[in-house]
């Protein structure tokens, strides 16, 4: 069986698409970083992938509130064909900035398979500034995501200036009773943050930290897994290993690496 | 006829950005706030219809979710408004990326008198808020008067329909450009020119430029181009490339230096030479992994089969002391390019920072332009926007507080690059041209940007004038020249490639031009940012993001199409040649044509009076000082002192881990927030290699003399990077010298042959160091000059000068990521152990500082001992014998053990008799003394053996061991406990100067 086609888009100032690229090979996949303006022209056509990654970066220079001028421009040259790559059975993953653009496309959250509405958005962080640091993530077992399946919680690192989830109390109610809530930011323990900073570390609402459309295919997330693509990633991996060597734990740190997401998604179309 | 088109926050949603104001303002001012809501401001300079204007509107600027947006003024409540704008000619990010986002909505081009403005516009609440209050605002916290210009209204003042009124920031020089020719009948005559065009033209240079410009055959040459008496541009291109700057005149000077003392003397011809240079050729005879070093923008180094790494490091203290933001970012996103024009181009995969400025709550009578505590405010943001929008990890830095940066603050940014050891089958590394080769200019546009700073500065603002010497380096544009460049280097489009930086195409063309020898440039091709600049302008513009490319001309189409691709403006502006000559024309017209190789010959050596009197001879004794009965009390302070507490809210504004790299991040140990010593990353993800990177400062050493101070910096690059699994076979370095003024002068500088004396120290140091460590110099940069006249309390100005500074950087490849060793403490029961001698070596120590002493006996560095301790070490870290491993730096053994055991959350109980010693008699010495060469390890037990093994005659002793609680215990010489606290407690002292800061 062929591989699974990864499309992961770059240029404008994005800058994850190395690592992520990296990560989807890793899952199996098989990625292709693919300039913005290669798809407008025609020049590469999402038609022939089954995944399409927004990733994380700065794009425009996130001037205008991020992911707005990446979501305009999309919209207005691709609007079309991302929606129907959706209803055709693509998986889309946001990543921050990515994630940023699914909202401002109206790709996410998607209810009902309407596409085009923008209902939900991501804001300064409350703590005023860029932020890097690593988050604990509670995973939504009744999540239809296809990229969180099986999965319990995740460590990852989250970096971002603009990343609170916001949204009207009507949606945000729809969204928590469709499952489409995907990942909460969480206490080390996977208890939720109840918007405690910094394991909350933006102040989204219902720590949200990553929604899902209703198919679960379309699935936008801030934190980064694809950061997250090798065991030396973790910021503890080096007391973990100290443990491990000593026999009281496991070499690694008690959570899968952000690489299992993709995992899960090649998985949807192979297995 | 412009539109202004007002967005903010919907008023039920938080505004963190004001709140950050709010904060600032009663933190910094004590001025108390109600509330304070932004308004981003965009003002389209454009005709455009109600329908186009409504899509701009709700298509593009205003969110449905959380905005509400109007071409009317916003009815947001405020008891002040301030308004906040750019001055003419600033780089308005912003405002090019809505200019972008509108074109690709609407489907129409902006015409070139058409443009989108961005300011913003602050709504303060609260009742009291006075005008002078609301001013000091406007002008302390919220705009810079170099960059910006601001207006204030009251609730009497605001017109609800006018608003802030319209000020379009529109750069219009009604000016033909013109090509002046200079006089040089006389010495005289091109020196009073040099100062009337602020050339900084060195006297002694006059004589040679005037003789060549006088020779007879120049002038027949010259006549048959049209030219006779030099012109401005040539006479520019000549002082920018002799510049301090350019040229490194003060290091390749000859220095006459004088020991007091002993009246003995001594000549070094040559800093850069004999210091730098000869060491490095040298020890690349044996270190085979040296690819490139000396020539290039960056040098290079092998990493692994496939792939090089490269490094340089620079400062922008000038610039930064002005207007930091702005000075900071263009620091950081220039640095970037240096990587980007090595070799055949490289990929930046990581940058670093080192911030010196005096102390954040200074309040003394100095005046300097920035309060530092706004200074570190900007330099911060500044290199977290360009490091962060570059997608480059910032993975390492440091921050030094010291009332000597506040005449002129330190901003070191560092940039590492990785390339393919192959680029279509020739070494990455390596770069050519050959007539006939096309000069393409590649990036964003010149304009009057950065022509040298101190002109500009001289001109009265008026509404239209450019504020061209502060830049705004734009690293969204850079971001997308980047991507595109190595793309067409993988196509084997790039010939060679260099960027522009200082000196602008003066520099980047002559420059290159050298490899095919010659070039021809038709100036009018370069497109310029507005109409009405000069020749010269054009040629010395230092307008940011450009690189300048040699592309043979049958890849022009291709590597044109690339470029297109990806959004990046490309030019050929000419053409390399084989003539010997620099050869300019403006619309057919030649306006500059020399001779390559006048810059490279007869211009007389700078010289310098250097008089070094020693410590003792100045003065400087050890303090009468009795130990301390309470060692708990002053460990306490000590961890809390601004150079040594914990600076947490900078690391993280920083993305340290994009590129997915990261392997020893910025802040390590059980809750992620104690420094490490170094970073690595994995640049190459499909190998197991790691680049292990740390800097550093210690500019108090200098106090007693700057020779000791260059060796402890070098010794703790070397050991913040052996202790997470760095080794000796591979340790590059990068020196940054910044340095007062060395050129003595009866009123202006008395102490200036003193302070040549310590250059020459320094960089003997440096070479002694280099030699015995085995370290190669792959780059390194000097900034002379580091003083600042500030006004005082009565009207008088002081001159205040920095401590003379070098940081520098170490770098190493680990060969499997997996053997890179924490410093954080990690299971308890592990023994403690102390590596190295502990000296009486307290001399400029933190210690000393904080009781107000300078000290005299500094550490000294000796490789011969310390050698055969770090080889031990690599051993033991290679052999997974160490749980912990740390450096012990500024403060001493006593602060770098609480670190380890905060980092661990662990405690700790330490026998100070066990500590390796050689003269240090007291508590109080071996806990605070700042001896160099020495570690701090923790081991399991089971690996006692071992560990000892490899230190067998080496300075070693277990110390003590790891607690389960989080008790630290430091039993004194006499057996009873002389320190006890908590660890945790420990911890909240060192995070709590700056812990509210985010």
């Not at chain 2, 006297?203 to 040459?221: C, M, N, T, W």
């Not at chain 2, 990493?303 to 490269?310: G, I, L, P, R, S």
Request: aromatic share 8%.
């Amino acid at each position: 069986m062929s591989r699974v086609r990864v499309l992961v888009l770059t240029g404008y100032g994005l800058n994850c698409d190395h690592e992520t690229a990296y990560a989807f090979t890793l899952a199996g996949g098989d990625a292709e970083r693919v300039h913005i303006n290669d798809l407008i022209d025609g020049s590469v056509s999402i038609g022939t992938y089954q995944i399409l990654a927004f990733v994380g970066g700065f794009s425009w220079g996130d001037d205008h509130g991020a992911g707005v001028i990446q979501a305009v421009r999309m919209g207005t040259h691709l609007g079309d064909a991302l929606i129907e790559f959706i209803e055709k059975g693509g998986v889309v993953i946001g990543i921050c900035n990515g994630f940023q653009t699914l909202v401002n496309l109206g790709l996410l959250p998607g209810f009902g398979h309407d596409y085009r509405s923008r209902l939900v958005a991501l804001v300064g962080n409350d703590c005023g500034n860029f932020r890097d640091d690593w988050v604990t993530l509670k995973v939504n077992p009744r999540s239809p995501c296809v990229f969180t399946r099986d999965l319990n919680c995740l460590e990852l690192p989250v970096r971002h200036g603009e990343g609170k989830f916001y949204a009207e109390p009507g949606t945000l109610v729809r969204l928590i009773e469709n499952e489409q809530v995907v990942l909460r930011y969480a206490l080390s323990d996977g208890s939720p943050a109840q918007g405690r900073f910094p394991e909350n570390p933006n102040g989204s609402l219902e720590d949200i930290a990553g929604v899902c459309d209703a198919t679960g295919r379309v699935f936008g997330l801030m934190p980064h897994p694809e950061a997250y693509n090798h065991p030396g990633n973790h910021p503890q991996w080096t007391y973990f290993k100290e443990l491990g060597k000593r026999k009281r734990a496991p070499l690694h740190p008690p959570f899968p690496m952000g690489t299992a997401l993709f995992k899960n998604a090649v998985d949807f179309f192979t297995r | 006829m412009p539109h202004r088109l007002e967005i903010a926050l919907r008023s039920d949603l938080r505004d963190p950005e004001g709140e950050t104001i709010g904060k600032k303002a009663r933190d910094y001012f004590g001025i108390r706030l109600d509330s304070v809501r932004v308004v981003h401001v965009l003002t389209l300079d454009a005709d455009l219809s109600k329908k186009q204007l409504d899509r701009i509107k709700d298509e593009i600027f205003t969110n449905p979710v959380t905005q509400v947006a109007s071409y009317r003024p916003l009815p947001i409540p405020f008891d002040w408004v301030i308004w906040v704008g750019y001055r003419p000619g600033v780089r308005d990010n912003p405002g090019s990326t809505a200019v972008e986002a509108i074109e690709d909505v609407l489907g129409q081009v902006f015409k070139a008198e058409q443009s989108v403005y961005t300011s913003k516009r602050y709504c303060l609440s609260g009742p009291r808020l006075t005008r002078p209050e609301a001013e000091r605002i406007a002008a302390e916290l919220l705009a810079n008067d170099i960059i910006q210009q601001w207006k204030l209204f009251s609730r009497e003042t605001w017109d609800e329909e006018i608003g802030i009124g319209w000020i379009l920031p529109k750069v219009v020089l009604d000016h033909e450009p013109t090509v002046t020719i200079i006089p040089i009948d006389s010495d005289a005559a091109l020196e009073a020119i040099s100062r009337k065009r602020n050339l900084a033209l060195n006297p002694k240079d006059i004589p040679i430029i005037r003789a060549y410009f006088l020779s007879a055959q120049v002038r027949a040459e010259r006549a048959a181009k049209g030219l006779s008496d030099p012109t401005d541009v040539e006479i520019e291109y000549i002082s920018q490339a002799r510049s301090d700057h350019c040229n490194h005149n003060t290091f390749r000077g000859l220095f006459r230096y004088t020991d007091l003392s002993t009246g003995k003397k001594e000549v070094v011809d040559n800093l850069f030479k004999t210091c730098i240079e000869a060491p490095t050729l040298s020890l690349m005879q044996k270190k085979p992994w040296v690819k490139s070093v000396l020539w290039d923008n960056a040098g290079v180094g092998r990493f692994n089969d496939k792939f090089h790494y490269v490094i340089t490091g620079e400062t922008h203290n000038s610039p930064s002391n002005m207007e930091a933001y702005g000075g900071a970012l263009t620091g950081i996103v220039g640095i970037y390019r240096d990587p980007m024009g090595t070799g055949k181009g490289s990929k930046l995969i990581m940058g670093s920072y080192g911030y010196c400025v005096g102390h954040r709550d200074y309040n003394g009578d100095l005046r300097p332009r920035l309060h530092p505590r706004r200074l570190l405010d900007g330099v911060i943001e500044g290199v977290r926007d360009g490091g962060n929008k570059s997608g480059i990890p910032t993975p390492f830095g440091q921050v030094f507080f010291h009332p000597g940066y506040m005449g002129k603050c330190l901003v070191f940014v560092t940039a590492l690059g990785l390339m393919p050891r192959e680029v279509h089958g020739t070494p990455g590394e390596k770069k050519t041209i050959t007539p006939g080769d096309l000069v393409i200019m590649c990036g964003g546009r010149v304009g009057k940007d950065g022509i040298h700073g101190v002109t500009a500065s001289s001109e009265s603002f008026s509404e239209h004038t450019p504020a061209g010497h502060v830049q705004i380096g734009d690293p969204y544009t850079q971001k997308k020249m980047h991507d595109f460049l190595l793309e067409a280097r993988d196509a084997g489009l790039i010939r060679f490639i260099t960027d522009n930086g200082g000196g602008g195409l003066s520099s980047s063309v002559g420059e290159s031009a050298r490899f095919s020898g010659g070039c021809k440039i038709e100036l009018e091709k370069v497109p310029l940012k507005y109409a009405g600049l000069d020749q010269w302008e054009i040629w010395v513009s230092e307008s940011q993001e450009r690189m300048t490319v040699a592309v043979r001309p049958e890849d022009l189409e291709r590597f044109l199409a690339l470029s297109r691709k990806h959004a990046v403006e490309s030019t050929v502006i000419g053409r390399y040649t084989d003539t010997g000559k620099l050869h300019i024309t403006y619309e057919d017209k030649t306006c500059a044509y020399v001779d390559l190789d006048l810059l490279t010959s007869g211009f007389p050596q700078w010289t310098f009076d250097a008089e070094w009197i020693p410590p003792r001879h100045r003065g400087l004794v050890e303090p009468v000082l009795k130990e301390p009965g309470n060692l708990s009390a002053l460990l306490f302070d000590l961890v809390a002192r601004p150079n040594i507490c914990s600076k947490e809210w900078i690391a993280r504004q920083y993305d340290h881990e994009v590129q997915g790299t990261s392997i020893l991040k910025p802040l390590v140990g059980r809750e992620r927030d104690v420094p490490g010593d170094a970073a690595v990353i994995r640049p190459d993800l499909e190998s197991r290699e790691g680049l292990a990177f740390a800097q550093a400062l210690l500019p108090t050493y200098s106090q007693i003399d700057a020779h000791a101070m260059t060796a402890c910096v070098i010794d703790e690059a070397v050991r913040r990077v052996l202790a997470v699994g760095g080794t000796l076979d591979h340790m590059g370095g990068v020196d940054n010298f910044c340095w007062p003024d060395i050129r003595y002068h009866p009123l202006e500088n008395p102490d200036g042959k003193f302070k040549a004396a310590q250059l020459v120290r320094s960089c003997k140091a440096l070479k002694e160091m280099c030699l015995a460590f085995e370290i190669p110099l792959l780059s390194g940069k000097d900034s002379m000059y580091v003083d600042g006249h500030l006004a005082g309390r009565y009207g008088e100005t002081h001159k205040v000068s920095a401590l003379e500074t070098l940081q520098f950087s170490a770098t190493s490849v680990i060969d499997d990521v997996d053997k890179c060793v924490t410093m954080d403490a990690k299971v308890p029961g592990d023994l403690v152990y102390a590596v190295g001698v502990t000296r009486d070596e307290l001399g400029a120590s933190e210690y000393y500082a904080h009781l107000g002493y300078i000290g005299l006996n500094v550490p000294r560095v000796t490789p011969r001992d310390l050698i055969p301790v770090y080889r031990a070490l690599e051993q033991t870290i290679s052999e997974g014998l160490a749980a912990s491993v740390h450096g012990i730096y500024r403060g001493g053994l006593g602060v770098h053990l609480a670190l380890c055991a905060m980092a661990g959350c662990l405690g700790m109980e330490i026998d100070l008799r066990k500590v390796p010693v050689d003269g240090a008699a007291r508590n109080d010495t071996i806990l605070f003394s700042e001896s160099a060469g020495r570690f701090i390890l923790t081991v399991d037990p089971g690996n006692r053996a071992a560990f000892e093994a490899h230190f067998g005659g080496l300075p070693h002793a277990c110390i003590g061991r790891i607690l389960p609680e989080t008790a630290f215990k430091v039993l004194g010489l006499d057996g009873r406990i002389r320190l006890e606290a908590d660890v945790l407690d420990l911890k909240a002292a060192w995070k709590r100067p700056f812990g509210g800061l985010i």
